[in-house]
Nanobody, 123 residues
């Protein structure tokens, strides 16, 4: 059974930083990809960042501010978020799936999800 557990959310002011952590267990597939999604109230869930082996992708609104990385020895994926803005406020989810190529930021493509961690950025 695959389990993804996020942590690191919190409340910060505009311009602040947070680092989200996703600890993954139960994965035996070497072709496993991980993405961070977020969902604000009354909005659709959107992909924020993606990592698969050496491929890293971001949505435009976070490029230059967010960094996704992984520590394979710890089975952990991180999302470092700098220069946070109020529009970054959302529930952030870690998601994973066996990667077969294609569009990375469609939530329906991911089979495994964490419970989410809340990020709130105040102005």
């Amino acid at each position: 059974q695959v389990l993804l557990v996020e942590s690191g959310g919190g409340s910060v002011q505009t311009g602040g930083s947070l680092r989200l952590t996703c600890v993954i267990s139960g994965v035996t597939d070497i072709n496993y990809s991980v993405a961070w999604f977020r969902q604000a109230p009354a909005k659709e869930r959107e992909g924020v960042a993606f990592i698969y082996r050496r491929d890293i992708l971001y949505i435009d609104s976070v490029k230059g501010r967010f960094t996704i990385s992984q520590d394979n020895a710890k089975n952990t994926v991180y999302l470092q978020m700098n220069s946070l803005k109020p529009e970054d406020s959302a529930m952030y989810y870690c998601a994973g799936t066996r990667w077969s190529g294609g569009v990375w930021n469609e939530a329906s493509r991911y089979s495994d999800w964490g419970q989410g961690t809340q990020v709130t950025v105040s102005s």
